[in-house]
């Protein structure tokens, strides 16, 4: 249906407005798809760990990644990403947006902080993972008290 109305926008407008929108989409998808390239947008949509280093910023984290008692158990996205196909793609999407546009214009903090969503994606990996200790952990705390794994454990996975 909006593809339809688009469609018919475009037929009606004059010559000269249709090519400068078609450069302007041009430019704007050719710019898209070269960083997409340039920045091996690829890699990102697998498994491998070593794709979150290809960003100067994640190398501190890759390398205490390595040395960690993790790294026989759990990758980037294992702990990173939501469960389930969507959760996973989608979130991989918003930050890989996101991270392009911070590191594009400068505007990130280093060394790299996690963000609130993504904190508590991982906060909910620690518990799905060590569901039988942090139960436990939980029965020992009164109701409402806000207990993290990170509190207590920041260094586990990789370095901070």
């Not at 794709?51 to 205490?64: I, K, L």
């Not at 040395?67 to 930050?95: E, I, L, M």
């Not at 569901?131 to 409402?144: L, P």
């Amino acid at each position: 249906m909006w593809i339809r109305k688009l469609f018919d926008r475009l037929t009606t407008m004059n010559k000269t407005k249709t090519v400068a929108l078609s450069v302007a989409v041009g430019i704007v998808g050719g710019v898209g798809l070269y960083t997409f390239l340039y920045a091996k947008g690829t890699a990102y949509l697998f498994n491998d760990p070593q794709a979150c280093a290809n960003c100067h910023v994640m190398r501190d984290q890759y390398d205490g990644w390595l040395k960690s008692s993790h790294r026989s158990a759990a990758t980037c996205n294992d702990c990173h990403t939501p469960q389930g196909f969507v959760g996973k793609y989608a979130n991989k999407a918003s930050n890989g947006f996101w991270h392009s546009f911070a590191f594009t214009t400068g505007r990130f903090h280093e060394p790299i902080q996690i963000k609130k969503h993504n904190r508590e994606i991982t906060e909910n990996a620690c518990r799905k993972c060590h569901a039988e200790i942090t139960s436990s952990i939980e029965a020992n705390h009164k109701a409402g008290d806000e207990i993290s794994c990170l509190q207590c454990h920041r260094n586990v996975g990789h370095m901070h």
